[in-house]
């Protein structure tokens, strides 16, 4: 029996089709259509307070159950206001998709004053993501959206926008199955690459792997080149990939000026899935490969990252998991044994020493916590001092673990949102929010969210009294400290006005005690703390 709808069932029978089980988002005037068929799609809808922060917890919730996160908005200011958290993804690599109604046909450009209308609305979208797609008839819906996915499966993910004209969105459609398509295998080099790598890797006498989060699936094969006596260096995107209490790890350090000396007293430097960038790098440069005395491999699934940066004397295309697994036989086979571990203890001591100039009180933060939460915590951080001179260096990550952090965007207020959607993503999981007051307040509201979700999360609040960074570098720079000691409000009752559980720490053991405790909570739990 032919059965008509609306447009707003294609998208809907499209997601179901390709398993999206959660959507975040806002309900507004053009969307309406998609929320008519929400509630018979088994899909559940997660209302957040901003968009920014659907954006945010979708980019959050990729990231931990490495399923695109998918979130909805209205027209013009919804999507606008996503903008930023989907530069977020798009710099960190994490497949997100917004899907957003947009102009009817013909109305592009127009400057008609139609509701919520922008001069164009795609070509915003498309300067941040990936790509943005605007289907013009309702027939094509099923067919962009299977297109979508088979790219998040296949490529550089990379956040995608899905417009629907707001006439397409509400015109008739006769209702048929959605398509999905069978996906390729992993991209895999031919065995003369494969060879290259692995005789370089039997020459070498100081070979340093550098892993980024383009390594993350790889986990299984970093460590078994850390079990050949090979030390591994992460990115903040890769931490993790190797247990940092490994013999051979040498953390996620990469800016440090120590570890880069590593990097560079290499004679063979395997880079695997990171463009090595500013955002990794703090200013640092990496040195390029030279002939007969130092060569620079490297492996990734985007042709266009081979040479940024760090040019590459040998460039791999294909699945880091494939490539290495496959690197590792030929090892094997060559009679290439496992080596005695031997410590790099004098680069792990240089390393530990640098990152102690910033420790501040943040240490002690991360070495409470890391003893009281269990291994597979998620840590959900932001652009702040807490993460990227804390987290990043004095909490020893094990593959179970995960770290959410905008590193390359670096953007604030990403860290509430995040941990919302990494905590919806996997219940189980014990799930930590960990940031700054600074970044706080740009997401406060999603404390809301959190509350009527009922999600067990401690969410602790360093408080510094405003944006201690930038007053750093304005001291730096013999710029008159200005705008960066704010107000600091009563953040626990704050909290307890939400709805959410709101207390104050006053030593470290004291936040890893009550962030503990705060996992088997009925609601969300602020811990604040107040530093400086």
Known sequence: MREEVTGGAAVIDSLVAHGVSDVFGIPGTHNLELY??????????????HEQGAGYAADGYARVSGRPGVFITTSGPGITNAITALATSYADSVPTLAVSPGPPRGRVGADVGWLHE?????AALDAVCGR???????DEIPEVVATIFE???????RPIHLEVPVDVLEGEWTRRPAPVRSVPGPVRPGPA????????????????VLAGGGARRAAGEIRAMAEYGIPVLTTVNGKGVLDERHPAALGAAVRLEAARDVADEADVLLIVGSEVGDADLWG????????????VIRIDLDPAQMHKNVQADLAIVGDASVV????????RDKGFAPRPVEPPQAHRDAIAAEADHDAGPWKPIQRALAAALPADTVVAGDSSQVTYYGTVHHWPFTPANRLLYPTGYATLGYGLPAAIGAKLAAPARPVIGLFGDGAAMFSIQELITATEQRLALPIVIVDNGGYAEIREQMVERGITPQAVDLYRPDI??????????????TTADEIAWMASQALTADRPTVIHYQVG
């Open 36 to 49: 008519r068929y929400l509630p018979a799609s088994g899909i559940r809808h997660v209302v957040t307070r």
């Open 193 to 208: 690459a494969i060879e290259a790598i692995a005789v370089a890797i039997a020459a070498a006498t100081r070979p340093v």
């Open 132 to 138: 943005s797609i605007r289907v013009e008839h309702v």
């Open 492 to 505: 626990p009752a704050l909290a307890r006005a939400i709805g959410a559980h709101g207390v104050v720490a």
């Open 284 to 295: 640092g440069r990496l040195r390029p490969g030279v002939a007969g005395e130092r060569m």
């Open 118 to 122: 922008v001069k164009n609305q795609q």
């Open 151 to 157: 790219r998040f499966a296949t490529g550089r993910p």
């Open 324 to 331: 290495l697994g496959d690197v590792l036989e030929v090892l």
